[in-house]
Protein backbone atom coordinates (compact mmCIF):
# COMPACT_ATOMS: atom_id res chain seq x y z
CA UNK A 1 0.00 0.00 0.00
CA UNK A 2 1.12 3.23 -0.30
CA UNK A 3 2.11 5.72 1.93
CA UNK A 4 2.29 9.48 2.25
CA UNK A 5 4.99 10.90 2.97
CA UNK A 6 6.46 14.49 3.07
CA UNK A 7 9.56 13.26 0.60
CA UNK A 8 7.12 11.88 -2.11
CA UNK A 9 4.53 14.88 -1.73
CA UNK A 10 7.94 17.01 -2.07
CA UNK A 11 8.81 14.88 -5.34
CA UNK A 12 5.58 15.16 -6.83
CA UNK A 13 5.34 18.72 -6.49
CA UNK A 14 8.97 19.58 -7.14
CA UNK A 15 8.30 18.41 -10.53
CA UNK A 16 4.55 20.35 -10.66
CA UNK A 17 5.06 23.29 -9.37
CA UNK A 18 6.33 25.84 -12.19
CA UNK A 19 7.93 29.47 -11.25
CA UNK A 20 9.00 31.13 -8.24
CA UNK A 21 7.74 28.62 -4.92
CA UNK A 22 7.30 31.94 -3.18
CA UNK A 23 4.24 32.43 -0.89
CA UNK A 24 1.51 34.89 -2.55
CA UNK A 25 0.30 35.94 1.05
CA UNK A 26 3.99 36.91 2.37
CA UNK A 27 6.33 36.61 -0.50
CA UNK A 28 8.28 34.46 1.56
CA UNK A 29 9.91 30.53 0.79
CA UNK A 30 9.52 29.40 3.79
CA UNK A 31 7.02 26.13 3.02
CA UNK A 32 6.32 23.20 5.01
CA UNK A 33 4.77 20.09 4.36
CA UNK A 34 1.47 18.80 7.04
CA UNK A 35 2.73 15.68 8.74
CA UNK A 36 -0.05 13.53 7.13
CA UNK A 37 -2.87 13.57 4.88
CA UNK A 38 -6.47 15.82 6.22
CA UNK A 39 -9.51 15.28 4.46
CA UNK A 40 -12.53 17.22 3.37
CA UNK A 41 -15.98 15.90 2.94
CA UNK A 42 -19.12 17.58 1.63
CA UNK A 43 -21.05 19.37 3.00
CA UNK A 44 -24.82 17.64 3.97
CA UNK A 45 -26.63 20.20 5.76
CA UNK A 46 -25.02 19.49 9.31
CA UNK A 47 -25.28 15.46 8.72
CA UNK A 48 -22.83 13.60 8.33
CA UNK A 49 -22.35 10.92 5.91
CA UNK A 50 -20.04 8.01 7.01
CA UNK A 51 -18.14 6.23 4.42
CA UNK A 52 -18.90 9.09 2.21
CA UNK A 53 -16.92 10.77 -0.25
CA UNK A 54 -13.77 12.37 1.14
CA UNK A 55 -11.07 14.52 -0.56
CA UNK A 56 -7.47 13.14 0.86
CA UNK A 57 -5.20 15.75 1.00
CA UNK A 58 -1.86 17.05 2.23
CA UNK A 59 -1.12 20.30 2.89
CA UNK A 60 1.13 22.69 2.00
CA UNK A 61 2.00 25.45 4.92
CA UNK A 62 4.18 28.89 4.76
CA UNK A 63 6.00 28.28 7.53
CA UNK A 64 6.03 32.23 8.23
CA UNK A 65 2.12 33.54 7.81
CA UNK A 66 0.71 30.09 7.94
CA UNK A 67 -0.99 30.30 4.28
CA UNK A 68 -2.17 26.82 3.32
CA UNK A 69 -2.40 25.13 0.08
CA UNK A 70 -4.19 22.14 -0.49
CA UNK A 71 -3.21 19.37 -2.96
CA UNK A 72 -5.14 16.15 -3.74
CA UNK A 73 -3.15 12.93 -2.79
CA UNK A 74 -4.82 11.01 -5.24
CA UNK A 75 -4.36 12.99 -7.98
CA UNK A 76 -0.56 13.35 -6.84
CA UNK A 77 -0.47 9.61 -7.04
CA UNK A 78 0.62 9.59 -3.23
CA UNK A 79 -2.26 7.45 -2.10
CA UNK A 80 -4.97 4.83 -4.35
CA UNK A 81 -8.47 5.62 -4.48
CA UNK A 82 -10.70 3.32 -2.38
CA UNK A 83 -14.78 2.86 -3.28
CA UNK A 84 -16.73 4.59 -1.12
CA UNK A 85 -20.16 3.33 0.52
CA UNK A 86 -22.10 5.78 1.96
CA UNK A 87 -23.83 5.42 5.29
CA UNK A 88 -26.24 8.07 6.83
CA UNK A 89 -26.25 8.59 10.71
CA UNK A 90 -27.31 11.77 12.56
CA UNK A 91 -24.68 13.59 13.36
CA UNK A 92 -24.37 14.60 17.22
CA UNK A 93 -25.83 17.97 18.61
CA UNK A 94 -23.22 20.65 16.48
CA UNK A 95 -23.38 24.13 17.47
CA UNK A 96 -24.36 26.07 14.72
CA UNK A 97 -23.38 29.66 13.78
CA UNK A 98 -25.78 32.01 12.87
CA UNK A 99 -25.04 35.24 11.69
ZN1 LIG B 1 3.27 33.31 3.79
Redesign the pocket.
Known amino acids: MEEYTRERAAEWLNKHWQGPKI?P??Q?NNWVFSESLVEIRPYHGGQIFVGGTLYPLFLLI?G??G?TVLFNAIVAGLISPTPAKEEKIDAPAVEKKES
Open positions: CICSCVCY
